[in-house]
């Protein structure tokens, strides 16, 4: 619950009494389990989350990676992507608000473990190109162009669907990413 108020209100319109009433605690027994107070609360939402997030984006790419077609691994990736970036709203929501007040060793730790999981979806796509019927091409950059297109879809649709200009489905325009992107790899 805490987290959803930090979402919503921010750090500094989220009061400690707000977070009680919200998990149904005591007022001062937060201080007992958080002597830091909702600053503690914040890093430690903040840090479970991407642990626990990125964790389970390792385990589901390991299972895309048993796929043969890359249309269908591309198409994975892209779901992949678009469900955690669904679930983590708020989380993402308290990043782009709150990351000054984040601590520097566990924002730079999130984002080695970000990199990770990028090298990884790298490797996978690398992994799964036909020299013989695909451009050559640096993998890096294919996945920036991959992945930045439905981050930009999902910012657009979900987080700003008010300023929206593509009213496509998820899937729709997935299945439609996909097809494009393979053109434009394919000989």
Known sequence: MAKKLF?????????????NESIGMADGLLY??????????????????ID???????????????????KDVLFQIGSLLM????????????YLKERSLLDPALLQRSIHQLCEVWREICALIEAKIDERHFHQFDPS??????????????????YFPE????????????CEWVRHTLATWTK
């Open 7 to 19: 979402a919503e209100r921010g750090y500094h319109g989220t009061t400690t009494k707000a977070i």
């Open 32 to 49: 007992h389990y958080f002597p830091g107070g909702k600053l503690q609360i914040l890093h430690a939402i903040f840090e479970e989350e």
């Open 52 to 70: 626990r997030k990125i964790g389970r984006i390792k385990q589901e790419l390991q299972k895309i990676a048993e796929i043969d077609e890359l």
């Open 83 to 94: 469900k955690y970036a669904v679930r983590d709203r708020e989380l993402l929501i308290i």
């Open 141 to 158: 950059m294919m996945v920036n162009q991959f992945v930045g297109a439905i981050i930009f879809y999902l910012a657009q649709n979900i």
């Open 163 to 174: 300023k929206s200009r593509s009213r496509k489905r998820k899937e729709q325009f997935l």
